[in-house]
């Protein structure tokens, strides 16, 4: 008898991967078919994502998901970063490769943008924290710059439900993924029509508004052929990966906050309705969409993207001899704030954190221990930042920080974020995002009644690690000193 199984795409901004996600007696198995990297790609001044490599890898990850006769694949789902889109010709051909929101094009664009609606009414109507990267901003930027393929373009897809169009020829806007784009309201969770007007869009512009769970289509014909699968069925998840990796976070009380830790760490709570107010605002907080109605109040934290940088100067040095050399350095001796635009895309990396400490006074990190031990501390000391934020909104105590994604898999950071923030740290699962999404699809299909109930057997099913304050005191007296 064949294994029913759901077939996750899981996309991040540096890597991709397809999983098998099966649920046996032990809870949810989860079964990696193939990994690849996702490469910005630079030419005509202008960076890229490579949108048909990526569906070349999902392709082929079905072939082989296929080619295994214990398996039935009852649907598929995709997630990816958020922001990005494609632009989709009358004819259904993709026009030029999509942009990546690392792109300078958009630098200054939201003050070009607030000269016609007010920053505070965008705020007010998304509550989405103001980023030049964010779609709307992108998208006004293009009908600024008489872009010829977005004056040619008829419909817009966001990076997910691109994917999904290429696997079945069907168009949404899944609700999730949107919600990032600063274009949908945060109260009616639809589009805001004066936005789309200011930019010259209108909802027709985009696909059939989807929710998490809804179905997209089934595989194409040509897909179909390709991977010598039948008509199975493209399942809208949560399409922004963090909206996935939420879904999956194994809290048995509301009393939690989530850090969804990768390339950027997403740190916020889980609400029942939008946080739209002054101090949010001032803060510049967002609120982006949930699955079964919440919001996910949150602050994006420029992250491991900081290590990572360095480490291909570095020659992708293994993360346990950079933490030995860490360890190794002496403690709190330089710090940076790691959202500070100079680390946005910097050529160099290892140079920014550099010229950051000179600019400010502190010892330069000159060996590869140090810059580590320098981005390490920072990021927990942010870390510590924003959660007292996050107690300023959140109608629920916040006893717990469940880390999630990658960097779960950070006992080093996991241990700091634990003493600077003075409360546990719950560490996993490491593939969140794919457990989210697989969850999503088991709902679709009727093997689960709601959230609550799959985040009991995610916990029942990956075994998580719990990280205990130590030195508060002295992690206290350091953020004291990064605030100046």
């Known amino acids: 008898m064949k294994n029913k199984s759901f077939f996750a795409v899981d996309l991040g901004a540096t890597s991709g991967r397809t999983i098998l996600g099966t649920f046996t007696g032990d809870g949810i198995q989860l079964d990696v078919v193939n990994r690849f990297p996702n490469h910005l790609i630079e030419v005509c001044g202008h960076y890229h994502w490579d949108i048909y490599e990526l569906y070349y ?78 779609s709307l901003f992108q998208l006004d930027t293009l009908r600024r710059n008489h872009d010829a393929a977005f004056e040619a373009a008829d419909k817009v897809l966001f990076t997910p439900d691109a994917l999904s169009y ?57 897909v179909q052929r390709m991977t010598g699968l039948g008509e199975v069925p493209v399942i809208a998840v949560a399409g922004h990966d963090t909206g996935s990796a939420v ?52 602050k994006n934290i420029c992250g491991m993207w900081l290590l990572e940088r360095c480490r291909a100067k570095w020659g992708d040095t293994p993360y346990k001899e950079l933490e030995a050399q860490a360890s190794a350095a002496e403690p709190f001796r330089s710090i940076i704030n790691p959202d500070d635009p100079m680390f946005a895309n910097p050529r160099d990396m290892e140079e920014a954190i550099q010229t950051y400490c000179r600019n400010t006074g502190q010892p330069v990190p000159e ?28 109608s629920h105590p916040i006893s717990v920080l469940h880390v999630i994604g990658g960097g779960s898999m950070n006992a080093f950071l996991n241990q700091w974020t634990a003493n600077a923030i003075g409360i546990p740290v719950v560490a996993g699962p490491r593939e969140a ?41 002295l992690w206290a007296s350091m953020a004291e000193k990064m605030k100046k």
């Open 367 to 394: 060996t590869i221990g140090q810059v580590t031990r320098c981005i390490y501390e920072s990021l927990a000391l942010r870390y510590r930042e924003v959660l007292a934020n996050l107690r300023e909104f959140s």
């Open 166 to 222: 290429l696997l079945t020829g069907n168009m949404v806007t899944e609700y999730t993924v949107a919600s990032t784009s600063q274009m949908v309201n945060a109260h009616t969770r639809k589009f805001e029509p004066s936005l789309l007007e200011a930019i010259g869009l209108t909802e027709d512009n985009f696909g059939r508004f989807v929710y998490p769970g809804e179905k997209v289509g089934v595989l194409s014909p040509e």
């Open 247 to 298: 879904a999956a976070v194994p809290a048995t009380s509301p009393d939690f906050a989530y850090l969804s830790s990768g390339t950027w760490s997403l740190m916020g709570i889980e609400a029942e309705a939008p946080i739209i107010n002054a101090r949010s605002e001032e803060l510049n907080y967002t609120n982006e969409g949930g699955v079964e109605g919440t919001i996910r109040f949150l």
């Open 57 to 134: 890898q999902i392709i082929e990850g079905l072939k082989i998901a296929a080619a295994r006769e214990d398996t039935e694949i009852v649907s598929i789902g995709i997630d990816t970063w958020g922001c990005d889109f494609s632009l989709i010709a009358k004819d259904g051909g993709i026009i030029r490769l999509p942009y990546a929101y690392r792109d300078p094009h958009t630098d200054g664009a939201p003050e070009e943008f607030f000269k016609r609606i007010p920053r505070e009414k965008v705020y007010a109507d998304t509550g989405i924290q103001i980023m030049n990267f964010n």
């Open 433 to 473: 995002t794919a457990l989210g999404n697989v969850m999503i699809q088991a709902m679709a299909a009727g093997m689960g009644s709601n959230v609550a109930q799959m985040r009991k057997l995610v916990a029942e099913s990956i075994e998580l690690a719990t990280y205990q304050p130590q030195d508060t005191e």
